[in-house]
């Protein structure tokens, strides 16, 4: 079992920056690609941003590219979230996910984190 545990979401005006982390543990932490998901009222969870186990492959949606940047550190069990230039519409709850490969559908994801709340005003 590998458990997964966000922290780092909270209340930012828009144009600022939150840097969301997710510690691992349990089971090994090796081969397993990492992701961010979010979700907002109302909507789907989607996929923000996803990194392969080495950190050499990563995915960004479109709506967060140049803007968020996803990152790991395997020696720690750590994987990151740098958010800039935050927008309203970014406000949702981030979900840490891990899965044997790099996935784009959430229902490939074995492991979930429990969510932090990000909220953008305006």
């Known amino acids: 079992q590998v458990q997964l545990v966000e922290s780092g979401g909270g209340l930012v005006q828009a144009g600022g920056s939150l840097r969301l982390s997710c510690e691992v543990s349990g089971r090994t932490f090796r081969g397993y690609a990492m992701a961010w998901f979010r979700q907002a009222p109302g909507k789907e969870r989607e996929l923000v941003a996803a990194?392969?186990?080495?950190?050499?492959?990563?995915y960004y949606a479109d709506s967060v590219k140049g803007r968020f940047t996803i990152s790991r550190d395997n020696a720690k069990n750590m994987v990151y979230l740098q958010m800039n230039s935050l927008k309203p519409e970014d406000t949702a709850v981030y979900y840490c996910?891990?899965?044997?490969?790099?996935?784009?559908?959430?229902?490939?994801?074995?492991?979930w984190g429990q969510g932090t709340q990000v909220t953008v005003s305006s």
């Open positions: 990194i392969s186990w080495s950190g050499g492959s990563t």
């Open positions: 996910a891990a899965a044997s490969k790099m996935e784009y559908d959430a229902t490939h994801y074995d492991f």
